[in-house]
C-alpha cells in the first residue's frame, strides 16, 4: 500500500510478470512495467512517486526503480551476481534494506544507503543481519527504531526484532510457535504477522521497556494463500 494509503502496487503472474498498481478511488488497475523479464516484489518508494522491484532483466535478480505511474525507464538501485530484492524502505528515503541469497538457500538483510537528492546515489551499504539462516521479510518501523523480520534459525520461522539501525545490539523473538511476513501500523505502536495456520497476529509496541512488545494475540482468524517464491528467483 502506497505511503498515502491511496494505491496498491502487486505483481501479476500473466503471460509477462509485471508490476500493476490499482489505485482505489478510481478504480483502476495500470500497469507499470512491460519488460519481457519477471517484474516482481514492488516497494512504495518513501514519497510514493516510485516503486522499487526485483527484475530479471540483466539475467540475474537485482533491484530497479521507476516511476509509479509508469512513465520512463527503470534504473538501476544494484548490480552484481549476486540476487537482491527489496524488503522495504525507510520513512526519510536514506535507507533501502535489502535480501541478498547466497545460492545455497541462505538470505542475509543489508541496508543500502542513500543520498537524499531526486536521484538514487549509493553512499554504501551496511550489513543489519548475517547469519547461515534465511533472514527475509524486513520491515523497518515507521519512527525508524525498529527492524522486524522473519528468520529460521530454530528451524520454522519466527519474527524477530532489533534495533535499527544499529541491528549489533539485542535481539527479540516477537512470535510464538510460528511467524511470517510482519508489518506495522503507521503509528509504530503495533506489529502485525501472518501465524503458521493463517491467522493474522498483533502485538503492542512498549517503546520505554526492556523488553519493547507485548505478548502476541489474534486479531482475526482465516487461512490465506501465499506464493512463496522469494530466494527463488
Known amino acids: 500500500i502506497s505511503p498515502d494509503g491511496s494505491r496498491l502496487a502487486l505483481d501479476i503472474d500473466d ?15 495500470r500497469r507499470v512495467t512491460s519488460d519481457p523479464a519477471l517484474d516482481v516484489e514492488p516497494v512504495w518508494s518513501h514519497d510514493g512517486q516510485r516503486l522499487i522491484f526485483l527484475s530479471l532483466r540483466t539475467g540475474i535478480g537485482n533491484v530497479f526503480w ?17 540476487i537482491r530484492g527489496a524488503d ?27 543520498d537524499d537528492g ?16 534465511e533472514e527475509s521479510n524486513a520491515e523497518i518501523s515507521p519512527d525508524r527504531r525498529w527492524l522486524a523480520y522473519q528468520s529460521n534459525n530454530t528451524g520454522a520461522f519466527e519474527i524477530y526484532l532489533r534495533p535499527f539501525p544499529q541491528t549489533e545490539g539485542r535481539q527479540w523473538q516477537i512470535s510464538i ?18 501465524g503458521p495456520d493463517g491467522a493474522v497476529m498483533r502485538v503492542a509496541m512498549t ?27
Open 88 to 114: 522495504a524502505m525507510t520513512s526519510d528515503g536514506k535507507g533501502l534494506v535489502l535480501r541478498e541469497f547466497d545460492g545455497q538457500g541462505a538470505s542475509d538483510l543489508t541496508l543500502l544507503q542513500l
Open 66 to 82: 521507476q516511476s509509479a505511474d509508469g512513465t520512463g525507464q527503470a534504473e538501476p538501485l544494484t548490480t552484481g551476481s549476486r
Open 177 to 194: 510457535g510460528g511467524g511470517k511476513e510482519p508489518l506495522w501500523s503507521r503509528d509504530s505502536r503495533e506489529l502485525f504477522y501472518r
Open 15 to 29: 503471460d509477462n510478470r509485471d508490476i500493476w498498481v490499482w489505485d482505489f478511488s478510481r478504480p483502476q488497475l
Open 118 to 133: 531526486a536521484r538514487p546515489v549509493s553512499l554504501g551499504t551496511k550489513a543489519l543481519v548475517r547469519s547461515a539462516f
Open 207 to 233: 517503546a520505554h521497556s526492556p523488553t519493547p512488545m507485548g505478548t502476541p494475540t489474534q486479531l482475526f482468524a482465516g487461512s490465506s494463500y501465499a506464493l512463496s517464491e522469494r530466494g527463488e528467483w
